[in-house]
Nanobody, 123 residues
Framework: HVQLVESGGGPVQAGGSLTLSCAASGYTYGLTCMAWFRQAPGKGREGVALIRTGGGADYYADSVNGRFTISHNYAKNTYDLQMNNLKPEDTAMYYC?????????????????WGQGTQVTVS
């Protein structure tokens, strides 16, 4: 089992930046993909960014491509989401998710390890 804890959310003005962090613990040796999803009120959970573990490729939703960057912070052993040029439509609860088998996938149902989420509010 993998435990995930997100941090770094908060209020920010449009055009600003935030960095979210996801600390993974437990059985992390078998991780194959780390992902950030978000869910706005009244909407479904959508994938934002994915990264294959072990220095693999990263992937982004069209809505955030060029503004968000997902990375593995080896010093802190966290998976971070750097968010720049934030827009009001980026307002959502952001969740970290992990897969322990299989490739990266945009479907939330393919992930069985989730954090509790961190709120990002852009005004």
């Amino acid at each position: 089992h993998v435990q995930l804890v997100e941090s770094g959310g908060g209020p920010v003005q449009a055009g600003g930046s935030l960095t979210l962090s996801c600390a993974a613990s437990g059985y992390t040796y078998g991780l194959t993909c780390m992902a950030w999803f978000r869910q706005a009120p009244g909407k479904g959970r959508e994938g934002v960014a994915l990264i294959r573990t072990g220095g693999g490729a990263d992937y982004y939703a069209d809505s955030v491509n060029g503004r968000f960057t997902i990375s593995h912070n080896y010093a802190k052993n966290t998976y971070d989401l750097q968010m720049n040029n934030l827009k009001p439509e980026d307002t959502a609860m952001y969740y970290c998710a992990a897969r322990v088998s299989g490739n990266c996938n945009w479907l939330p149902g393919r992930y069985n390890n989730w954090g509790q989420g961190t709120q990002v509010t852009v005004s």
